[in-house]
């Protein structure tokens, strides 16, 4: 634990801050001078003076120092606490079942989206073809087994920036990058074949293990700047009906640029 002289000893105590955090700390300094208001709190990462990463949470106040002006700087470590209200909040946006993102982090998603994208972002929205069929044949136990392993399947195809949500029962969507419209139809593709060809496998008592495999249709379309959930989904929904009229697993993505579009009526 760091005595007030290790505190006082340095040249600033900005180091304890990462360097990203010093312009914004300096314009907190400069407005609390100026005003004499105390800064409100604000949570950053921080380094203890042996510098082991934390989160703190830090308060500036504008003091009389021997007739002068000097700023005073509370620092109060709330790591443990910032770390349980991220995984509560963590746990809150998955679903149970799959612990893919639900549909609530999905609508969060969007109102947070920007128009300075440098790559185009898709929505893709994916069922389970006949998936009523799977409960009803071989039980809601097996059925969530499928949904798991779907669910893996689409967990493992998302880049590190894209993400992967359950909007309940057989109902998915994703959410990725590509460069155009192609590039977007290629990349689900084969996310359709590998579903298509993973199996889930049971045992069952006094019986041979049954292999129980499924198909998926995709619906897509690209977003458009700062455009809401409902317009997008809108459009992906119309791609995935074409998909499961014209006879399931495959994918359509919609193309508002397209003369001759599916017929869906």
Known sequence: MACAEDVLSLPSIRVLFEEEHWPEAQRRYNHAIETGIPTPPEVINHMDLKGNPMIAEITDKVI?????????????????????????????????????????????????????????????????????????????????????RFAQEIEDFTAPDEYAFRLGGEEFALLIWADNHTEATTRLERLRVAVQDCEVRVSHP??????????????????????????????????LYIAKKTGRNRVINYDASAEDKPDIG
């Open 206 to 239: 006094n019986s041979q293990p049954l292999s129980i495999g499924c198909t998926i249709s995709i619906g897509a379309t690209v977003l458009e700047a700062t455009e809401d959930f409902l317009t997008a989904s809108l459009r992906a929904d119309e791609a």
């Open 64 to 148: 009389d120092w021997y007739g002068e002006k000097a700023m005073c700087t509370f620092v109060s470590v709330v790591t443990d606490q910032i770390r349980r209200e991220r995984t509560l909040r963590d746990m809150a946006n998955r679903d149970d079942l799959t612990n893919l993102y639900n549909r609530r982090y999905l609508l969060d998603l969007f109102s947070e989206r920007h128009a300075a994208q440098q790559r185009r972002q898709y929505l893709a929205m994916a069922d389970i073809d006949h998936f009523k069929r799977i409960n009803d044949t071989f039980g809601h136990p097996v059925g969530d087994l499928v949904l798991r």
